[in-house]
């Protein structure tokens, strides 16, 4: 469970500060394909981090395609929540960043094939 909890801890950390590294390398196409690009990077950095993970930590199972599938569910998801939805933005404390939304589902999604 403690493995669990520090993988979770470092997938939010990873991700949150490494999408802005691999979509800066992608050039601005529109609102629409930078949420999904932005979710798709979310979904592949989280796989990544528990793959890597699961090779360090003992008590962590070693993450398969159908765990980066459902990552990357989860994370589009959450970008269709942010970008479909945006009264769902209203209702979030202004702390929150929309962007956590996509990440957080990539999270969920990844935490669900376990």
Do not use: E, H
């Not at 962590?60 to 990552?71: D, E, N, Q, W």
């Not at 009264?87 to 202004?94: C, D, N, S």
Request: hydrophobic fraction near 60%; charge should be neutral.
């Amino acid at each position: 469970m403690l493995g669990y909890i520090v993988l979770i801890a470092l997938q939010i950390i990873i991700g949150w500060f490494g999408k802005d590294v691999i979509a800066a390398q992608i050039p601005n196409q529109g609102a629409l394909i930078d949420g999904i690009v932005d979710a798709i990077c979310f979904a592949v950095i989280v796989w990544l981090v528990g793959l890597i993970g699961s090779l360090v930590l003992k008590s962590v199972g070693r993450p398969g395609t159908s765990t980066l599938v459902s990552a990357l569910v989860g994370a589009l998801i959450g970008a269709a929540v942010v970008i479909f939805v945006p009264a769902v933005l209203k209702t979030l404390p202004a702390q929150v960043d929309a962007d956590f939304i996509p990440l957080a589902g990539a999270i969920l999604g990844y935490l669900v094939r376990r």
